[in-house]
């Protein structure tokens, strides 16, 4: 989601095209699919899913430490899913104030939160 933000905004700037131009609507549309059809259902899945193995009787030894990193690496996730929501809001509305670099930096995020929880899972330290 964040590199169709780094899209978004330079696109539009190279293009020196106005908001509600035909490319400032696809992009608006590409940015409501991907987190209302594909993000944000993947969020709720995820959450279900480890919820059902955290409630699972013997699954989770809360006395070690991995299960807290992944849980803080998941709740980090989840609230860096509704910053991208109100971030496409901003971008729709036209009140965006961050810039094409701003937005590749913050799409490394996730990576540094999924290599968390697969460590996590797999050292179990």
Not at 11 to 38: C, P, T, Y
Not at 43 to 59: K, N, Q, R, S
Not at 61 to 73: L, Q, R, S, Y
Request: hydrophobic share 55%; proline share 4%; charged share 15%.
């Amino acid at each position: 989601m964040p590199r169709l933000f780094v899209y978004h905004v330079e696109g539009l700037q190279k293009a020196g095209v106005e908001r509600g131009s035909e490319m400032d609507l696809l992009f608006r549309h590409q940015e409501r699919l991907l987190l209302n059809a594909i993000m944000t259902p993947a969020m709720y899945a995820t959450w279900i899913f480890g919820l059902m193995l955290v409630f699972t009787p013997g699954i989770v030894g809360w006395t070690e430490i991995w299960p807290w990193a992944k849980a803080a690496a998941v709740i980090g996730m989840t609230a860096f899913h509704y910053w991208l929501a109100v971030q496409r809001l901003a971008l729709v509305e036209g009140r965006n104030r961050l810039t094409g670099r701003q937005y590749r930096m913050a799409n490394e995020l996730p990576t540094v939160f999924m290599i968390v929880i697969v460590l996590a899972v797999i050292v179990r330290f």
